[in-house]
């Protein structure tokens, strides 16, 4: 039986801090590692999709002292300001390693919810501990997993959202289960914010770092591919920057490639200890996404629906 609906597993506060948040953490720091008993996981496969404006990305992950295989195909597009076309898509597969048979088959609620607990880890590790302004950079389905996670998470005075559509920053606005103020411009929705998520369709900078104020944490989520920016040269620069992998980093992030840092660390390497989280400075999470989270994710549903 193929599980593919599981609503409750991932999606609760309960469900955040008790059981999903932990093994993500788990998973990123065999990942850090680098045993290949652990985690064998390569850098994300993509072919272009010329005609679309698009790529595939194929994310497979092997984790052998714990069992579990996955592999995550996924679509990802530049689209056109004011498209309502998705701009990315993503089915995972959790499968039998010994037999290849594949267990758990999901669309979207373990990318989205894995990506902003990832983003929440992040925050954790690395933000002040006395923030009180969170600013969402966007309005999609991973601005709205992140302003869910991170309220659940963690608590803030103040919750802002920016998008480039007024309309659409009010709709989002309005979907959401608590409070949150609309900004009309990037720089009034950052001034004087703690923590910062971008998570926008952008190929350009969209984040300036004479915006941002000292000792702030940003998690860029947006602009997976070589050329992709949402995040400028300035506040690149002037962070502390973390990532979830070096390897990806290096081969995908046009914020790590084009603006030329240095990567201090993997955010593993932080939870692993052997490197420090520099709450003091600006510091930048760049987020790719990786096989392993999708993998202890699918894992987790797995072991919950066979609970059920």
């Known amino acids: 039986m193929i599980v593919t609906e599981f609503p409750h597993y991932l999606n609760t506060a309960n469900e955040l801090r008790k059981h999903l948040i932990p093994r993500l953490e788990t998973a990123l720091g065999k990942f850090s590692k680098r045993n290949s008993a652990e985690v064998i996981q390569p850098v994300r496969t993509t072919v272009p999709l010329q005609k679309h404006s698009g790529f595939l990305g194929v994310m497979p992950c092997y984790m052998e002292n714990d069992g579990i295989l996955c592999t995550k195909l996924v679509s990802f597009y530049k689209r056109p300001a004011g ?82 559509s007024v309309d659409r920053a009010d709709t989002f606005a309005g979907s959401l ?58 506040l690149m620069k002037q962070a502390v920057v973390y990532v979830d992998s070096r390897e990806s980093a290096m081969t995908e992030s046009g914020d790590i490639i084009l603006s030329g840092v240095e990567i201090f660390a993997e955010i593993g390497d932080v939870i692993n200890g052997t490197k420090p989280a520099c709450r003091e400075k600006t510091t930048v999470f760049k987020s790719l996404g990786l096989g392993v989270e999708d993998a202890a994710s699918a894992q987790l549903v797995y072991d919950k629906w066979k609970q059920c």
Request: proline residues 5%; aromatic residues 8%; neutral net charge.
């Open 83 to 164: 498209s309502t076309l998705p701009s990315t898509q993503a089915t995972v597969m959790l499968l039998d390693p010994e037999y290849g048979n594949v267990k758990v088959m999901d669309g979207e609620v373990i990318t989205f919810m894995r990506t902003a607990a990832v983003s929440a880890i992040s925050a954790k590790l690395l933000m002040r501990p006395d923030a009180e302004v969170l600013t969402i950079l966007g309005t999609g389905k991973q601005a709205k997993s992140h302003y869910n996670v991170f309220t659940e998470i963690f608590q803030f005075k103040e919750v802002r959202v920016w998008s480039r």
């Open 177 to 234: 289960n608590g409070p949150v103020t609309v900004c009309k411009s990037v720089e009034e929705a950052v001034k004087g914010a703690d923590i910062i998520v971008t998570v926008t369709r952008s190929t350009e900078p969209v984040l300036f770092g004479q915006w941002v104020k000292p000792g702030a944490h940003v998690t860029a989520v947006g602009a997976c591919r070589p050329d992709w920016r949402e995040l400028d040269d300035t």
